[in-house]
């Protein structure tokens, strides 16, 4: 029996919009590309500080410094939204999961909100195949600190560890230096397995997990 996780972002999910898009949905007018890039500065900051309500805090840092006229708190509920109403499954990986669910031990192991990423899987209809979640901030560490892939081991008992993600610096390179074997969806750099597309490592697992 193996213990497979998956990243979220990338991997199992992607967007039907851009994020440029899906901020000006939010804001219900067309934004400048200084504002969004100044806007999806401050967020991912947020985030990778583990900051409390970061959609918030980085629309509040915008409106301090554009004068948009735009409530912070409402603007992240519609961020959210927009966010949650574009994600689209990689439905091929997402069959594949819970067909591997019936032998093996699945778990998610993604950055990012809580709520936001619990959301998504929600989304996705996976969870009754899913054997744990571990998402960055509520952990209060984040890929790629080897950290969050030694408590993803200590959360799942197993004889082997696979990990499948989308980027190569923050996924696959603690992976494989933690002991899991690693299927990077890009490919563009080593990993045990490579596939360039999420179809491919659907087919992938296919062949190599019984």
């Known amino acids: 029996m193996a213990a497979i996780y998956f990243d ?13 898009d ?4 939010a804001m219900g007018f067309q934004v400048d ?8 500065e401050q967020l991912l900051g947020n985030i990778k500080e583990m900051k409390e309500k970061p959609y918030r805090n980085a629309l509040e840092k915008v409106e301090e410094k554009y004068e948009l006229g735009i409530d912070p708190e409402k603007a992240a509920e519609r961020r959210i939204e927009t966010e949650l109403d574009s994600v689209q499954p990689h ?6 999961l819970k067909k591997l669910s019936e032998n093996h031990k699945i778990g998610i ?15 996705l209809g996976i969870e009754e195949h899913v054997d744990e979640i571990i998402i960055s901030n509520p952990e209060g560490v984040r890929k790629p600190d080897p950290k969050i892939f030694q408590l993803a081991k ?5 004889e082997n560890y696979i990990y499948i993600g989308d980027t190569y610096e ?10 899991f074997k690693t299927i990077y969806v890009s490919g563009e750099k080593e990993a045990d397995l490579q596939a360039q597309s999420p179809e491919k490592v659907a087919e992938i697992l296919k062949l190599v997990i019984r």
Do not use: C, M
């Not at 979220?8 to 440029?20: A, E, P, R, W």
């Not at 192991?109 to 989304?123: A, D, P």
């Not at 923050?170 to 002991?179: F, S």
């Open 8 to 20: 979220l972002d990338g991997t199992l999910i992607t967007y039907g919009k851009d994020f440029h």
């Open 154 to 158: 200590e959360r799942l008992n197993a």
């Open 22 to 25: 899906l901020f000006e949905a």
């Open 109 to 123: 192991l993604t950055n990012g909100v809580g709520e936001v990423q619990r959301k998504k899987i929600e989304k």
């Open 91 to 96: 439905q091929e990986l997402v069959n594949v």
């Open 170 to 179: 923050e996924d696959i390179l603690p992976a494989k230096e933690q002991g």
């Open 33 to 40: 590309k200084e504002v969004h890039e100044y806007r999806t």
